[in-house]
């Protein structure tokens, strides 16, 4: 079945870096990814839609300056979070959605960020 | 707007005993996708199930059965015979018919199934 990859699984980094996070379509094209984030015990919010060739769609809330999305293939999208704070800790998670036909969305198996 | 209702934040049921999840939505949409996942404690998501708001056929996998009422707009998830590799967070997602919108996640129910 169709397969997404997202890496790296874990991150710990100091203040300040920046992280990038990629989310791979394995078998199949995704004209648009979602990039979700997880706060523990936490429900998935919806941070950004990510659209190949064009801007990210940005949620009410989500700063588009710190959580940088490029989706330059139909394959690949990746989240960079800048200058990360201790409070951009999280867990993230893409999804991707086959272009053709009707399919369940597809999740990678998400990026646990700690910012020490 | 969209929205998801999992009012259950956790149960916690003995192995072997059934259990049920509810799940009820709120759309706008008169097509419309209804999913649930698990996330089990290493946290990534595994699909479970996507139902079509137009068929309101119930369906069983194996122990998992889900029961779609759309006159209650609910989407309730019953597992059998419990085990302890069910415990793990549950959620319930809608998505609208446009292929290119998300899901809206419910809040999750944590199932702990003990031994």
């Known amino acids: 079945g169709a397969v997404v990859s997202q890496h790296p699984s874990r991150v710990i980094c100091k203040s300040g870096t920046s992280v990038k996070i990629e989310c791979r379509s394995l078998d199949f094209q995704a004209t648009t990814m979602f990039w979700y984030r997880q706060f523990p015990k936490k429900s998935l919010m919806l941070m950004a839609t990510s659209n190949e060739g064009s801007k990210a769609t940005y949620e009410q809330g989500v700063e588009k300056d710190k959580f940088l999305i490029n989706h330059a293939s139909l394959t690949l999208s990746t989240l960079t979070v800048t200058s990360a704070h201790p409070e951009d800790s999280s867990f993230y998670i893409c999804?991707?959605?086959?272009?053709?036909?009707?399919?369940?969305?597809?999740f990678g198996d998400g990026t646990r960020l700690s910012i020490l | 707007a969209q929205k998801v209702t999992q009012a259950q934040t956790e149960i916690s049921v003995v192995e072997k005993e059934d259990v049920t999840l509810d799940c009820v939505y709120e759309t706008r949409d008169t097509t419309y996708y209804l999913f649930w996942y698990k996330q089990p404690p290493s946290g990534e998501l595994v699909f479970l199930i996507r139902?079509?708001?137009?068929?309101?056929q119930n369906e069983i996998s194996g122990r998992y059965s889900w029961n779609f009422q759309k006159s209650t707009s609910s989407f309730n998830f019953t597992i059998t015979a419990s085990q302890v590799v069910d415990s793990a967070v549950y959620f319930c997602a809608l998505k609208g018919y446009s292929g290119n919108t998300p899901l809206v996640f419910g809040k999750g129910t944590r199932l702990s199934v003990i031994a």
């Open positions: 139902r079509n708001s137009f068929d309101e």
């Open positions: 999804s991707a959605r086959a272009n053709r036909g009707v399919q369940p969305q597809h």
